[in-house]
């Protein structure tokens, strides 16, 4: 006999456990299966502070506000010469508590969330590997997973969720990742201790920080335990692909080299971590949910990192989700229509991001020249670095930007 479930997740990120903990919490069994025994070491520290709102209705303030993650007030960037603008507080249109988010640890905040799916209602097995999505016709009627033991099972379940992140399982499956030809970046990434930081408010600032010629740039994002996560990303056969094929830590020494201004914040630290490399950031599903089925996180779509909007969309897709998914149930109408009716909503606050990423790009555009030709849009570019993608201002900023350097058409849902 197989087992049951309302929903089955598959993955335990942030998006994962976030679709678990709401629908569960609507009075439905849901079973997450998570392929690490434990929350891995992840990338994408760094929160954007609409998180907020979906740590709100979760239930996980106190534990962040109790955390040792630093606390995170605006975002830096620095130019290819050096300069560093002016930081874009977030709380210059927002002065309440969701103006301000959190730098985070990703294993440390990725127990936290699937502690709290558990503790709302939902089954958590970690250590278990989805290996397929059961079909009858086009219909997701459940998966096959390793469970911890090796044993091979089968679960049915009325709505399958993919939270597989970039491994994409459903989405690869069924032919529906589209790269973006422009954005095929590469990233190397590591952490250090000891390293400067800000005082004040600015200790736990972003900062980005392009290279002399802006070939590439560097993250730099503060963690707890006087760490800071630091990572250089560019073109993937920029960084890749060089004569001679130097190793990664030769690649990044080299990068560094081109930015003084991390070099001096980086001076008196010691690597802690041996260097990381990811490859091919940005892609898209055309669908994102089906009958029975349905995409959450990066299981949908990933965008560069340079906004560290990656686990904002997670927490967003993943609510927006839940909420289609509970209504559905409801009705006993998981159809790819029901399960899908928060897309047009969801990509639109990603096409946003998306539109921002391709500007940034440009060698030629600067955000400081911009905003002095039009100071009005200096609101909707905070939004979008805030998070706050859904305000219809947030859109307005892009007519005045095309005409200034070239941005891509939407990307529309199947």
């Not at 678990?20 to 990338?43: Q, S």
């Not at 090796?150 to 970039?166: H, I, K, L």
Request: charged share 25%.
């Amino acid at each position: 006999m197989k087992d049951r479930s309302d929903v089955v997740v598959a993955g335990g990120g942030p998006a994962g456990a976030t679709v678990a903990a709401l629908v569960a919490e609507g009075g439905y069994r849901v079973l997450l299966l998570e392929r690490e025994p434990t929350p891995p070491f992840k990338v994408g520290e760094s929160l954007m502070p609409a998180t907020w709102w979906t740590f709100r209705r979760l239930g996980l303030l106190e534990q962040l506000r109790a955390s040792a993650f630093p606390r995170k007030h605006s975002v830096q960037f620095f130019g290819g010469s050096g300069r560093a603008s002016a930081p874009f507080y977030f709380s210059e249109f927002d002065p309440g508590e969701s103006a301000v988010t959190w730098q985070v640890l990703r294993s440390d905040f990725d127990a936290m969330m699937l502690d709290n799916a558990r503790a709302r209602g939902a089954e958590i097995v970690q250590g278990a590997a989805v290996l397929d999505v059961l079909f009858e016709g086009e219909k997701a009627t459940g998966v096959r997973f390793r469970d911890p033991g090796g044993s091979v099972r089968e679960v049915d379940a009325a709505v399958t969720v993919d939270a597989t992140g970039q491994s994409a399982l459903l989405a690869r499956r069924l032919k529906l990742a589209e790269t973006e030809p422009n954005l095929r970046k590469a990233s190397l990434f590591t952490h250090f201790s000891g390293a400067l930081r800000d005082e004040g408010i600015d200790e736990g600032a972003t900062l980005i920080l392009h290279t002399r010629e802006k070939d590439s740039w560097f993250w730099y994002i503060p963690l707890p335990d006087d760490r800071v996560s630091v990572g250089v990303v560019g073109d993937r056969d920029y960084l890749l692909r060089r004569p001679g094929r130097p190793a990664p830590q030769r690649v990044f020494d080299d990068e560094l080299d081109a930015c003084p201004a991390l070099g001096e914040r980086l001076a008196p630290a010691r690597q802690v971590l041996p260097m990381k490399v990811t490859r091919d950031f940005s892609y898209r599903a055309r669908r994102i949910a089906g009958d029975g089925w349905v995409l959450v996180g990066d299981a949908f779509g990933f965008l560069d990192p340079i906004y560290s909007s990656g686990v904002l969309l997670a927490l967003k897709s993943g609510e927006m989700a839940a909420d289609a998914i509970v209504a559905a149930l409801a009705d006993g109408e998981p159809t790819a229509e029901r399960l899908g009716s928060f897309g047009p909503d969801f990509t639109r606050g990603m096409e946003a991001v998306r539109k921002l990423v391709y500007a940034f790009y440009t060698k030629e555009f600067s955000f400081a020249e911009f905003l002095q030709a039009h100071p009005h849009c200096k609101r909707g570019l905070v939004d979008i670095l805030s998070g706050n993608l859904y305000d219809e201002r947030v859109h307005e900023i892009f007519e005045p930007m095309a005409g200034v350097c070239p941005l891509p058409e939407e990307m529309s849902l199947g």
